[in-house]
């Protein structure tokens, strides 16, 4: 698995003591409201459970899973829920935790979806935003780190499901999309 990788972005203590400040921005801008955080399932995993344990407030947890479909490496806007009803967050404040900003379908077409559910508020927090020009009209409120426009494995991103645990934040050899996977 570690032959895979080109090059190291993120060491874990780096991703650590990143999210230390993260957390701490998060606590001071709803200290004195009650969160409802909606993690995005699978990629915000390890990133949710990192960072809601820097979050000292009252918190709930909710999760959801979808499906954004990619043509290889790049999402293609279609975004399917698997979940028949969305979370309850009628009049909570919602933050949307996500593993990666990218064209930002993703992350819009849940927004509308939750926006249906009248919450009293949305922001959206990502460990990464790509540099580059977004198709959906979404920018997210917290941000860990900016990355350029290149594929990331690790830490709960992966490449056809694989790489998830990975430690840490990397960038695959270019050969690995090239030939397919095992299993
Ligand atoms: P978007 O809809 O293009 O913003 O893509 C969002 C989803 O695509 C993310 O939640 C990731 O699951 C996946 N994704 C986008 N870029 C990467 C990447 O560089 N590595 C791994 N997954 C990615
Ligand atoms: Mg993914």
Known sequence: MLDDIERILFHEQTLLSRLD???REITASYRGQELT???VLNGSLIF???LLRRIPLPLRLD???VASYHGGTESTGTVTFHQLTMPDVRG??????DDILDSGRTLHAICARLRGENPASIRVCVLLRKAKSRAAEL??????????DEFV???GLDYAEHYRNLPFVGVLRREVFETPLPG
């Open 21 to 23: 400040e993260l957390a």
């Open 37 to 39: 955080v909606v993690a």
């Open 48 to 50: 949710a459970a990192d």
């Open 63 to 65: 999760c959801l899973r």
């Open 92 to 97: 909570r404040h919602v933050l949307l935790l």
């Open 139 to 148: 920018d997210a409120d917290f941000v860990g780190f900016e990355i350029g």
């Open 153 to 155: 494995i690790g830490y």
